[in-house]
T-cell receptor
């Protein structure tokens, strides 16, 4: 059974710092990996999707990488801002007949002004 | 920008009552999903739906749950006899093609509280 792990559960950094959020998964048979942002009490906003054949994706200050064979992904946030404070979830779409996402528990990021 | 909407935002019900959670997926999307997130826990897949039938369901999605697309725009999740442990945030999602290169877009969620 696929397990997705995100450590640490929480992270606090000063504004302007570059940071890396980690995600690991146990079964490398995935079709893609997505990073989401969740604000308190809100829904999930998709940030980046990396297909299994890709190594990385970039959007603005965000860069996500995928190493499928080792079961790892990272989300790099450049020049962090207080507005980046949120919970960041990674999710894998497992290889199967239908798309379904398996989520990690998330990393709650706090960027201090 | 098109978005997935969900109503109500918060539903309070008594144990044993039936509830219907409603979702309006993005208009040209064909694949629909329900997930739930119990407070403090991971987001969990419940069910996927395509072409008016369930594509896949998790072991959580037992006989008390059902899904329906009653018309061309709505997608509903019905919980027949709610239990205390059904209290959670329920998210609807949709995707265009169901392809594995396709992003799933999530709604804001319905917080279900069972008393």
């Amino acid at each position: 059974k696929q397990e997705v792990t995100q450590i640490p559960a929480a992270l606090s950094v000063p504004e302007g710092e570059n940071l890396v959020l980690n995600c690991s998964f146990t079964d490398s048979a995935i079709y893609n990996l997505q990073w989401f942002r969740q604000d308190p009490g809100k829904g999930l906003t998709s940030l980046l999707l990396i297909q299994s054949s890709q190594r990385e994706q970039t959007s603005g200050r965000l860069n996500a990488s995928l190493d499928k064979s080792s079961g790892r992904s990272t989300l790099y946030i450049a020049a962090s801002q207080p507005g980046d404070s949120a919970t960041y979830l990674c999710a894998v779409d497992e290889a199967g007949a239908n798309s379904k996402l398996t989520f990690g528990k998330g990393i709650t990021l706090s960027v201090r002004p | 920008e098109p978005e997935v909407t969900q109503t109500p935002s918060h539903q309070v019900t008594q144990m044993g009552q039936e509830v219907i959670l409603r979702c309006v997926p993005i208009s040209n999307h064909l694949y629909f999903y329900w997930y739930r997130q119990i407070l403090g826990q991971k987001v969990e897949f419940l069910v996927s739906f395509y072409n008016n039938e369930i594509s896949e369901k998790s072991e959580i999605f037992d006989d008390q749950f059902s899904v329906e697309r009653p018309d061309g725009s709505n997608f509903t999740l019905k919980i027949r006899s709610t239990k205390l442990e059904d209290s959670a945030m329920y998210f609807c999602a949709s995707s265009n093609s169901g392809s594995f290169s396709d992003t799933q877009y999530f709604g804001p969620g319905t917080r279900l509280t069972v008393l």
